[in-house]
Each structure stands twice: as structure tokens, then as C-alpha cells.
């Protein structure tokens, strides 16, 4: 699958949880900057080994089960300074978009879940590559979507309160 589809499927599931929460009027479980953080982590599998050729993520170290094991490692360390309840949740959320990468990838081609010990490629073309450019702008236009109404809710004023009509003096 194409970057934007690697990004925007674990940001907009966040957000879909996250939604209902807000229209609640509850604090929203992931900051825009939380947001990012998981939109980075989907796309971290490319951004670190960049390629065009399938070949080349057969041969690549970030679609891994290595990779995503030393990810729980990384994410401890640098969610580090959050505050615990925050820390534990932000950290899976970007485990989990990193997952996702390599789950799209398995039914898009396969990835090399097992190397460097293996050369086992686990999945095949389930989706065609016809699909991954409508697929990223299906994304784009979820994920617009979904974050005007996230802007709207959490900017909406307060709701006024519905009081009674005051009697008319006769
Ligand atoms: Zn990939």
C-alpha cells in the first residue's frame, strides 16, 4: 500500500474512537500532536527503508516481527516523559499503527515477517495495486472529514442552557 493509506488508517481509527468521547464532552484521548505521532508511526516501515520495488521490502528489516519487537523498546523510551495514563496509551496507539503497516502490506504484496532468519515471505497480492491510489484518497477524504468534525466539537461554545420561558406579567 502507498504512504497516505499507511498514515491515515490508524489516524482515522483514533479518531473514530476518540469522536464519540468528544461529542460527550470529554477530554479527547489523543492530542494533535498525538495524532501525528500516529500518522508518523504508520508510515515508519517505509520512511525506514525507503523503496519502490517489492523486491526491495522483501529484503527490508522494518517489515518485520524484529522490527515491531524492538518498536515496544523505542516507543517506552520516547513516551517516556508522558504522564503514565497517557504514556501506555499513545505507546500502543503507535504500535499499533506500525502493525497495521505491515498488516496492509502482507495483502498487498507480503512482507518478510520472519528476517533475517527466514526468507519467508508471509501474504501475497490480496489487494491489487490498482487500489492503493483510490485507497489513499478514500483515506484523505475519511480523515478530512473526521478531523473538521473533531476541529468542530471541541470548538463548539457551550450549549446554552434551556430554560422555562419567563411568565408574561398580566
Ligand atoms: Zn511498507
Given at each position: 500500500m502507498l504512504l497516505g493509506t499507511h498514515v491515515l488508517l490508524p489516524v482515522n481509527l483514533a479518531l473514530m474512537v476518540d469522536l464519540p468521547r468528544i461529542r460527550h464532552g470529554n477530554t479527547p484521548l489523543f492530542s494533535g500532536g498525538g495524532l501525528l505521532a500516529i500518522g508518523i508511526f504508520g508510515a515508519l516501515p517505509d520512511l525506514c527503508s525507503p523503496h519502490v520495488s517489492l523486491d526491495a521490502r522483501h529484503a527490508s528489516l522494518s517489515h518485520?516481527?524484529?522490527?515491531?519487537?524492538?518498536?515496544?523498546?523505542?516507543?517506552?523510551?520516547?513516551?517516556?516523559?508522558?504522564?503514565?495514563?497517557?504514556?501506555?496509551?499513545?505507546?500502543?496507539?503507535?504500535?499499533?499503527?506500525?502493525?497495521?503497516?505491515?498488516?496492509?502490506?502482507?495483502?498487498?504484496?507480503?512482507?518478510?515477517?520472519?528476517?533475517?532468519w527466514s526468507e519467508d515471505i508471509l501474504g501475497t497480492f490480496y489487494i491489487d495495486?490498482?487500489?492503493?491510489?483510490?485507497?489513499?484518497?478514500?483515506?484523505?477524504?475519511?480523515?478530512?472529514?473526521?478531523?473538521?468534525?473533531?476541529?468542530?466539537?471541541l470548538h463548539a461554545p457551550p450549549r446554552p442552557h434551556q430554560d422555562l420561558p419567563s411568565p408574561s406579567p398580566h
Open positions: 518485520t516481527c524484529l522490527f515491531l519487537g524492538l518498536l515496544i523498546f523505542i516507543l517506552a523510551a520516547l513516551t517516556s516523559f508522558l504522564h503514565k495514563g497517557q504514556r501506555l496509551r499513545l505507546a500502543a496507539a503507535c504500535w499499533l499503527a506500525s502493525f497495521l503497516h505491515l498488516a496492509a502490506d502482507a495483502v498487498s504484496g507480503g512482507i518478510p515477517w520472519l528476517h533475517p495495486p490498482l487500489w492503493w491510489i483510490p485507497s489513499d484518497i478514500v483515506f484523505v477524504v475519511i480523515g478530512s472529514s473526521l478531523l473538521l468534525i473533531r476541529r468542530r466539537w
